[in-house]
C-alpha cells in the first residue's frame, strides 16, 4: 500500500565537465603568414633619410664625448683611450712622438685679465697648433688647464722636431686682443717622447703610457730651463 504522505526519491545529478585538451598541444602550429606591404617610394626616401639623420645625431654625440667643448681638442679621456688601444702604440709597430705642452706665463695672463681672456688665448692657441697638424697623422688633446698633448706618427725624430718648432712659431704669431699685450708674443714650451722603430724588439720599446710620462717630465724639464723651449727625450 502507497504512503501518499512519503517524499519523492529525490534524483541527484552529477555535472560531468567534458575534459578538453590545451589547444594547439600535440600538433604543430600553423604560421599565418602576412607578405608584406611593399613601401611606396616616398615612404622608402623618408625612412632612408630618417636613418641617415639617426646615424647622424649618434656620430655627433659620440664625437661630444670625446672632445674638449672649449677648445675643439680631443680631451683627456680620448687620450688615454687611445694610448690603451691604438694598435701603432700598444704593438710598438710604428714610430711615434708624444708632445706635452703648456702656455708660458698662462696663470698670470689668466689672473691679470680675467678668465674670458683666457679662454680666448686657449681656443687661439688649439686652432694654431691644429693648423699645424696633418689630417689622419696627427692629434691635438686638451689635458685641463693651459696644458696640451700633441701625438705624431712620424718617421724620424728630425721631422717631429720640425713639427713642433712650427707649432711654436704658429702660436707665437698670434695677435692677443689685449692692448698691453701687444709687444709680448706669446710662447709655448714642449717635452717631447720620441720612440723610433729601430730595429729592437717591440719588448725593449717604451709603452705609450712611459712614453707620455717622459714628454711631462721632459715638459717640467723646459719650464725650469726658461720658456718658449723645447725639451726632447728618445725612449
Given at each position: 500500500?502507497?504512503?501518499?504522505?512519503?517524499?519523492?526519491?529525490?534524483?541527484?545529478?552529477?555535472?560531468?565537465?567534458?575534459?578538453?585538451?590545451?589547444?594547439?598541444?600535440?600538433?604543430?602550429?600553423?604560421?599565418?603568414?602576412?607578405?608584406?606591404?611593399?613601401?611606396?617610394?616616398?615612404?622608402?626616401?623618408?625612412?632612408?633619410?630618417?636613418?641617415?639623420?639617426l646615424e647622424a645625431e649618434n656620430s655627433a654625440l659620440a664625437q661630444l664625448t670625446i672632445t674638449d667643448?672649449?677648445?675643439?681638442?680631443?680631451?683627456?679621456?680620448?687620450?688615454?683611450?687611445?694610448?690603451?688601444?691604438?694598435?701603432?702604440?700598444?704593438?710598438?709597430?710604428?714610430?711615434?712622438?708624444?708632445?706635452?705642452?703648456?702656455?708660458?706665463?698662462?696663470?698670470?695672463?689668466?689672473?691679470?685679465?680675467?678668465?674670458?681672456?683666457?679662454?680666448?688665448?686657449?681656443?687661439?692657441?688649439?686652432?694654431?697648433?691644429?693648423?699645424?697638424?696633418?689630417?689622419?697623422?696627427?692629434?691635438?688633446?686638451?689635458?685641463?688647464?693651459?696644458?696640451?698633448?700633441?701625438?705624431?706618427?712620424?718617421?724620424?725624430?728630425?721631422?717631429?722636431?720640425?713639427?713642433?718648432?712650427?707649432?711654436?712659431?704658429?702660436?707665437?704669431?698670434?695677435?692677443?686682443?689685449?692692448?698691453?699685450?701687444?709687444?709680448?708674443?706669446?710662447?709655448?714650451?714642449?717635452?717631447?717622447?720620441?720612440?723610433?722603430?729601430?730595429?729592437?724588439?717591440?719588448?725593449?720599446?717604451?709603452?705609450?703610457?712611459?712614453?707620455?710620462?717622459?714628454?711631462?717630465?721632459?715638459?717640467?724639464?723646459?719650464?725650469r730651463a726658461g720658456r718658449d723651449r723645447i725639451e726632447f727625450a728618445a725612449v
Amino acid at each position: 500500500m502507497s504512503n501518499n504522505n512519503a517524499q519523492p526519491r529525490r534524483a541527484s545529478f552529477v555535472a560531468r565537465a567534458r575534459s578538453h585538451s590545451p589547444p594547439m598541444i600535440g600538433r604543430k602550429a600553423r604560421a599565418i603568414r602576412v607578405p608584406p606591404r611593399p613601401l611606396a617610394r616616398s615612404e622608402r626616401l623618408r625612412l632612408i633619410r630618417r636613418i641617415r639623420e639617426l646615424e647622424a645625431e649618434n656620430s655627433a654625440l659620440a664625437q661630444l664625448t670625446i672632445t674638449d667643448s672649449l677648445t675643439g681638442a680631443y680631451n683627456r679621456r680620448h687620450l688615454e683611450a687611445v694610448l690603451a688601444s691604438d694598435a701603432r702604440l700598444r704593438e710598438r709597430t710604428h714610430s711615434a712622438a708624444l708632445c706635452v705642452f703648456d702656455i708660458d706665463n698662462f696663470k698670470a695672463f689668466n689672473d691679470t685679465y680675467g678668465h674670458s681672456a683666457g679662454d680666448q688665448v686657449l681656443r687661439a692657441v688649439a686652432r694654431a697648433v691644429m693648423r699645424c697638424l696633418r689630417a689622419g697623422d696627427d692629434f691635438l688633446f686638451r689635458l685641463g688647464g693651459d696644458e696640451f698633448c700633441v701625438l705624431l706618427f712620424v718617421n724620424a725624430a728630425p721631422e717631429a722636431l720640425r713639427i713642433v718648432k712650427r707649432m711654436q712659431r704658429a702660436v707665437k704669431a698670434l695677435l692677443l686682443p689685449q692692448r698691453e699685450m701687444a709687444r709680448r708674443a706669446l710662447t709655448i714650451s714642449f717635452g717631447v717622447a720620441w720612440r723610433g722603430n729601430d730595429g729592437r724588439s717591440p719588448e725593449a720599446l717604451a709603452s705609450p703610457w712611459d712614453m707620455y710620462l717622459r714628454a711631462d717630465a721632459m715638459l717640467y724639464d723646459a719650464k725650469r730651463a726658461g720658456r718658449d723651449r723645447i725639451e726632447f727625450a728618445a725612449v
